[in-house]
Protein backbone atom coordinates (compact mmCIF):
# COMPACT_ATOMS: atom_id res chain seq x y z
CA UNK A 1 0.00 0.00 0.00
CA UNK A 2 2.52 2.64 1.24
CA UNK A 3 5.19 2.28 -1.84
CA UNK A 4 2.27 2.58 -4.29
CA UNK A 5 1.26 5.43 -2.25
CA UNK A 6 4.66 7.04 -2.49
CA UNK A 7 4.54 6.36 -6.61
CA UNK A 8 1.63 8.22 -6.76
CA UNK A 9 1.89 11.28 -4.86
CA UNK A 10 3.69 14.35 -6.40
CA UNK A 11 4.23 16.86 -3.62
CA UNK A 12 7.20 16.21 -2.46
CA UNK A 13 7.56 17.15 1.34
CA UNK A 14 4.72 14.18 1.20
CA UNK A 15 6.67 12.18 -1.17
CA UNK A 16 9.67 12.42 1.20
CA UNK A 17 7.93 11.64 4.30
CA UNK A 18 6.62 8.45 3.16
CA UNK A 19 9.50 7.09 1.86
CA UNK A 20 11.03 7.66 5.09
CA UNK A 21 8.07 6.21 6.90
CA UNK A 22 8.49 3.09 4.82
CA UNK A 23 12.22 2.36 5.92
CA UNK A 24 10.64 3.26 9.60
CA UNK A 25 7.90 0.33 9.20
CA UNK A 26 10.46 -1.85 7.70
CA UNK A 27 12.19 -1.37 11.09
CA UNK A 28 9.30 -1.55 13.06
CA UNK A 29 8.96 -5.21 11.42
CA UNK A 30 12.06 -6.05 12.74
CA UNK A 31 11.58 -4.56 16.09
CA UNK A 32 8.14 -6.47 16.45
CA UNK A 33 9.25 -9.75 15.59
CA UNK A 34 12.22 -9.16 17.98
CA UNK A 35 9.59 -8.50 20.72
CA UNK A 36 7.93 -11.80 20.02
CA UNK A 37 11.03 -13.62 20.29
CA UNK A 38 11.90 -12.29 23.85
CA UNK A 39 8.21 -13.09 25.31
CA UNK A 40 8.87 -16.32 23.74
CA UNK A 41 6.85 -16.38 20.95
CA UNK A 42 7.09 -17.24 17.71
CA UNK A 43 6.11 -13.85 15.25
CA UNK A 44 3.63 -14.11 12.51
CA UNK A 45 1.90 -12.21 9.89
CA UNK A 46 -1.26 -11.09 10.59
CA UNK A 47 -3.95 -9.43 8.31
CA UNK A 48 -5.62 -6.05 9.81
CA UNK A 49 -9.33 -6.12 8.88
CA UNK A 50 -9.13 -2.50 10.27
CA UNK A 51 -6.24 -1.56 7.48
CA UNK A 52 -7.90 -3.44 5.00
CA UNK A 53 -10.95 -1.74 5.77
CA UNK A 54 -9.03 1.86 5.25
CA UNK A 55 -7.22 0.84 2.37
CA UNK A 56 -10.50 -0.03 0.38
CA UNK A 57 -11.86 3.20 1.48
CA UNK A 58 -8.89 5.18 0.37
CA UNK A 59 -8.73 3.12 -3.03
CA UNK A 60 -12.31 3.88 -4.00
CA UNK A 61 -12.15 7.84 -4.01
CA UNK A 62 -11.99 8.85 -7.52
CA UNK A 63 -10.22 12.31 -8.11
CA UNK A 64 -8.12 12.95 -10.77
CA UNK A 65 -6.90 16.87 -9.32
CA UNK A 66 -3.41 15.97 -8.32
CA UNK A 67 -3.39 18.62 -5.29
CA UNK A 68 -6.79 17.09 -4.32
CA UNK A 69 -4.91 13.38 -4.81
CA UNK A 70 -1.74 14.25 -2.39
CA UNK A 71 -4.20 15.83 0.51
CA UNK A 72 -6.17 12.58 0.28
CA UNK A 73 -3.06 10.54 0.20
CA UNK A 74 -1.86 12.85 3.73
CA UNK A 75 -5.20 12.13 5.32
CA UNK A 76 -5.33 8.60 4.55
CA UNK A 77 -1.93 8.20 6.06
CA UNK A 78 -2.72 10.05 9.56
CA UNK A 79 -6.08 7.80 9.64
CA UNK A 80 -3.22 4.94 9.13
CA UNK A 81 -1.01 6.15 11.91
CA UNK A 82 -4.00 6.36 14.21
CA UNK A 83 -4.75 2.98 13.92
CA UNK A 84 -1.38 1.92 14.52
CA UNK A 85 -0.90 3.83 17.20
CA UNK A 86 -3.91 2.16 19.09
CA UNK A 87 -2.64 -1.39 18.21
CA UNK A 88 0.68 -0.35 20.35
CA UNK A 89 -1.00 1.07 22.82
CA UNK A 90 -2.69 -2.37 24.95
CA UNK A 91 0.91 -4.60 23.69
CA UNK A 92 2.78 -1.71 24.88
CA UNK A 93 1.05 -1.86 28.67
CA UNK A 94 0.57 -5.39 28.60
CA UNK A 95 4.75 -5.51 28.19
CA UNK A 96 4.87 -3.56 30.98
CA UNK A 97 2.30 -4.86 32.76
CA UNK A 98 4.64 -8.27 32.63
CA UNK A 99 7.59 -6.19 33.64
CA UNK A 100 8.51 -7.15 30.22
CA UNK A 101 10.87 -4.48 29.90
CA UNK A 102 12.92 -5.85 26.82
CA UNK A 103 9.59 -5.56 24.94
CA UNK A 104 8.33 -3.38 26.21
CA UNK A 105 11.09 -0.45 24.80
CA UNK A 106 11.17 -2.41 21.78
CA UNK A 107 7.42 -1.42 21.17
CA UNK A 108 8.00 2.36 22.36
CA UNK A 109 10.21 2.74 20.20
CA UNK A 110 7.75 2.13 17.60
CA UNK A 111 5.15 4.03 19.51
CA UNK A 112 7.50 6.94 19.02
CA UNK A 113 8.39 6.90 15.54
CA UNK A 114 4.87 6.64 14.67
CA UNK A 115 3.57 9.62 17.01
CA UNK A 116 6.50 11.13 14.50
CA UNK A 117 5.35 10.06 11.33
CA UNK A 118 1.41 11.00 12.65
CA UNK A 119 2.86 14.96 13.58
CA UNK A 120 4.60 14.86 10.14
CA UNK A 121 1.96 13.58 8.08
CA UNK A 122 -0.39 15.82 9.76
CA UNK A 123 1.52 18.51 9.41
CA UNK A 124 1.61 18.38 5.66
CA UNK A 125 -2.17 17.21 5.39
CA UNK A 126 -3.07 20.83 6.61
CA UNK A 127 -0.27 22.75 4.54
CA UNK A 128 -2.35 20.75 1.44
CA UNK A 129 -5.65 21.90 2.96
CA UNK A 130 -4.93 25.61 3.16
CA UNK A 131 -3.26 25.21 -0.90
CA UNK A 132 -6.48 24.27 -2.12
CA UNK A 133 -8.53 26.86 -4.34
CA UNK A 134 -11.45 28.77 -2.20
Do not use: W
Request: hydrophobic share 40%; proline share 3%.
Amino acid sequence: MLPGTIERVADGELKDALASHLEETRDHVKRVEEAFRRAGAEPAAARSDALAGLHRQHESQQVTEQLLRDLLDATAAVRVEHLELGLYDPVLELARALDNDDCASLLAANRKEEEKALERVGRIAGRLRAELPR
